[in-house]
């Protein structure tokens, strides 16, 4: 057997000389590990381009999405400086001068408020004007450019309740106008001296079940309470006649009224408290 000196790692090294079961064992387990990094390596080698690829598509899509973020920003910003974003005029169709201005306040709605604001409370501000102003049925909003166009729908009135020298709506549901006029409208009767809102009720729906023609044919309603018959009421006809009447019976009383008016010669007075029967007016 021969050995060789190593002097520079001071060690002995055996030449020419079979290896060990153990040095067989190494020799093989340094081969398989050179081989799996040579395989990591070229694995690595083929997907690095891909995952650089990859990188700048997510790099670009996310620069992407901030600068559409960061414009959709500046232009809604810009939209709420510049004047075209706010309420210029707002004008009311299908209503008198008087109603009109009214429905104006009533809606909620002011000169410089955002067009957007408008747009999302349109619901909130018809339900404001339907409330609060008795002669509308409903209200439609349309807004172009800076201006919001109101288009309402007349509610039925029944007449006018005179309260301090002022005359106020009264529609078919039974609703007082917030409106303050100085006259009535349309023909149809005042009413003096009705105090509640059951009352105010009570009369919208009896006004409600005459036809047309007795509806405009009366002048004055007046509440006129006794003792024994707290809803008692005196009636003014346009033609001269008075009628005596209950307010919770007044409507289907009426019916009979063009038939009394008939037999008579002149101006009477027709009592419907109990039954029906008329005396000569003086």
């Given at each position: 057997?021969?050995?060789?000196?190593?002097?520079?790692?001071?060690?002995?090294?055996?030449?020419?000389?079979?290896?060990?079961?153990?040095?067989?064992?190494?020799?093989?387990?340094?081969?398989?590990?050179?081989?799996?990094?040579?395989?990591?390596?070229?694995?690595?080698?083929?997907?690095?381009?891909?995952?650089?690829?990859?990188?700048?598509?997510?790099?670009?899509?996310?620069?992407?999405?901030?600068?559409?973020?960061?414009?959709?920003?500046?232009?809604?910003?810009?939209?709420?400086?510049?004047?075209?974003?706010?309420?210029?005029?707002?004008?009311?169709?299908?209503?008198?001068?008087?109603?009109?201005?009214?429905?104006?306040?009533?809606?909620?709605?002011?000169?410089?408020?955002?067009?957007?604001?408008?747009?999302?409370?349109?619901?909130?501000?018809?339900?404001?004007?339907?409330n609060n102003i008795s002669e509308v049925k409903s209200a439609a909003f349309s807004l172009h450019d800076r201006s919001v166009n109101i288009?309402?729908?007349?509610?039925?009135?029944?007449?006018?309740?005179?309260?301090?020298?002022?005359?106020?709506?009264?529609?078919?549901?039974?609703?007082?106008?917030?409106?303050?006029?100085?006259?009535?409208?349309?023909?149809?009767?005042?009413?003096s001296n009705f105090k509640t809102s059951s009352e105010t009720k009570l009369l919208a729906k009896q006004m409600n079940k005459l036809s047309?023609?007795?509806?405009?044919?009366?002048?004055?309603?007046?509440?006129?309470?006794?003792?024994?018959?707290?809803?008692?009421?005196?009636?003014?006809?346009?033609?001269?006649?008075?009628?005596?009447?209950?307010?919770?019976?007044?409507?289907?009383?009426?019916?009979?009224y063009s038939q009394i008016k008939a037999k008579a010669t002149g101006k009477i007075r027709i009592d419907f408290e109990v039954g029906a029967?008329?005396?000569?007016?003086?």
């Amino acid at each position: 057997m021969k050995f060789k000196l190593n002097n520079f790692f001071g060690r002995e090294k055996r030449i020419n000389q079979p290896l060990t079961p153990w040095e067989q064992a190494q020799k093989k387990r340094h081969k398989g590990n050179l081989k799996r990094n040579s395989f990591k390596k070229k694995r690595m080698g083929s997907k690095l381009p891909k995952l650089v690829k990859q990188r700048r598509s997510l790099l670009h899509k996310r620069m992407s999405i901030n600068l559409f973020v960061f414009g959709f920003i500046t232009l809604v910003s810009l939209y709420f400086i510049l004047p075209i974003s706010r309420v210029k005029e707002v004008n009311v169709s299908g209503a008198d001068n008087v109603t009109q201005e009214a429905i104006k306040k009533a809606s909620g709605i002011n000169i410089n408020d955002y067009m957007l604001q408008v747009y999302l409370g349109k619901g909130h501000s018809a339900r404001l004007i339907k409330n609060n102003i008795s002669e509308v049925k409903s209200a439609a909003f349309s807004l172009h450019d800076r201006s919001v166009n109101i288009r309402i729908s007349k509610e039925k009135i029944v007449g006018y309740l005179l309260k301090n020298n002022k005359y106020y709506a009264l529609n078919s549901e039974g609703h007082v106008s917030i409106v303050q006029r100085t006259a009535p409208e349309e023909n149809l009767p005042v009413f003096s001296n009705f105090k509640t809102s059951s009352e105010t009720k009570l009369l919208a729906k009896q006004m409600n079940k005459l036809s047309s023609s007795l509806l405009t044919g009366i002048s004055e309603i007046d509440a006129v309470p006794v003792s024994v018959n707290p809803k008692r009421i005196r009636v003014y006809m346009n033609d001269g006649n008075e009628i005596i009447a209950t307010l919770s019976t007044f409507a289907s009383k009426m019916q009979y009224y063009s038939q009394i008016k008939a037999k008579a010669t002149g101006k009477i007075r027709i009592d419907f408290e109990v039954g029906a029967y008329s005396t000569e007016l003086k």
